[in-house]
Nanobody
């Protein structure tokens, strides 16, 4: 089992910045991809950014140029640097890890961290 613990969510003014962190622990082998999703009230959960084991990144269009996903394998941690935050970025941000084991693929999720963007 993989445990994911997010941190870094906060209240920030529009135009501000935050850095989210996600620490993975437990049976962290054969992780194919890690990433960040978000869900605002009344909306479906959406992909924000992903980082695969080859170092390739993917972003949803609305955050390109403002958000950066990165990882530190020594710390089993991924980050999401969020700059120029907008009110529409407000959501609960979830960390995810996709793991392949015994021929099956598992999606693991953290509990989420709240990002509020308001003046």
């Amino acid at each position: 089992q993989v445990q994911l613990m997010e941190s870094g969510g906060d209240l920030v003014q529009p135009g501000g910045s935050l850095r989210l962190s996600c620490v993975a622990s437990g049976s962290i082998f054969n992780i194919l991809l890690m990433g960040w999703y978000r869900q605002a009230p009344g909306n479906q959960r959406e992909m924000v950014a992903t980082l695969d084991k080859g170092g390739n990144t993917n972003y949803t269009d609305s955050v390109k140029g403002r958000f950066t996903i990165s990882g530190d394998s020594a710390k089993n941690t991924i980050y999401l640097q969020m700059n120029n935050l907008k009110p529409e970025d407000a959501a609960v941000y979830y960390c995810t890890a996709v793991q392949r084991t015994r021929g099956l693929t598992f999606d693991h999720w953290g509990q989420g961290t709240q990002v509020t963007v308001s003046s």
